[in-house]
T-cell receptor
Framework: GQNIDQPTEMTATEGAIVQINCTYQTSGFNGLFWYQQHAGEAPTFLSYNVLDGLEEKGRFSSFLSRSKGYSYLLLKELQMKDSASYLCAVTTDKLIFGTGTRLQVFP | GAVVSQHPSWVICKSGTSVKIECRSLDFQATTMFWYRQFPKQSLMLMATSNEGSKATYEQGVEKDKFLINHASLTLSTLTVTSAHPEDSSFYIC??????????????????FGDGTRLSIL
């Protein structure tokens, strides 16, 4: 089976740093994506990891450990607009989404 | 950049009606497109993989006779919810990934999503 797990909800303060974890057990692995989704909207692409290590892109960074089946998304200098759901997705022969994490940023 | 257009964005109809949703890749070819369903406060659940020129591949538990998929060209896939009932009310989203040029989609490229269709069955 395919299992991709994330914490259901997280809260953080504006200006802080938050780490959203994702663990996966899938039959096959080509890479791992992170998407952001605001309520009622389609997901938007944030990052992609295929090799182990950290990928940095502005305020957002994503880490992957294939041997551990683990990834995290790191958000720095949080802003109110970062309040959204964050979806971890593993690509095999198709793209399978994790359970999603709803992040709420407070002033 | 690549754009995927999904239409309609919002549908309200009576129980028993069939509803067709279109997904178009506007500036790239997509041999493979994907259809997802999302219930409130839940993640995206893959329903089926739409393949141009061949039958769609459905995920376990998804009724193929209920959710008809047609991928008639390299830029268009349609999902028809037949005889829709209130339990079919959901947010339906399609996605596509640019072909690698060999008619095979590249799993290393991000999928581009349509804006979604909110379906409400009364």
């Amino acid at each position: 089976g395919q299992n991709i797990d994330q914490p259901t909800e997280m809260t953080a303060t504006e200006g802080a740093i938050v780490q959203i974890n994702c663990t996966y057990q899938t039959s096959g692995f080509n890479g791992l994506f992170w998407y952001q989704q605001h309520a009622g909207e389609a997901p938007t692409f944030l990052s992609y990891n295929v090799l182990d290590g950290l990928e940095e892109k502005g305020r957002f960074s994503s880490f992957l450990s294939r041997s551990k089946g683990y990834s995290y998304l790191l958000l720095k200098e949080l802003q109110m607009k970062d309040s959204a759901s964050y979806l971890c997705a593993v690509t095999t022969d198709k793209l399978i989404f994790g359970t999603g994490t709803r992040l709420q940023v407070f002033p | 950049g690549a754009v995927v257009s999904q239409h309609p964005s919002w549908v309200i109809c009576k129980s028993g009606t069939s509803v067709k949703i279109e997904c178009r890749s506007l500036d790239f070819q997509a041999t493979t497109m994907f259809w997802y369903r999302q219930f409130p406060k839940q993640s995206l659940m893959l329903m089926a993989t739409s393949n141009e020129g061949s039958k769609a591949t459905y995920e376990q538990g998804v009724e193929k006779d209920k959710f008809l998929i047609n991928h008639a060209s390299l830029t268009l896939s349609t999902l028809t919810v037949t005889s829709a009932h209130p339990e079919d009310s959901s947010f339906y989203i399609c996605s596509a990934r640019r072909d690698r040029g060999t008619g095979v989609w590249d799993s290393n490229q991000p999928q581009h999503f349509g804006d979604g269709t909110r379906l409400s069955i009364l």
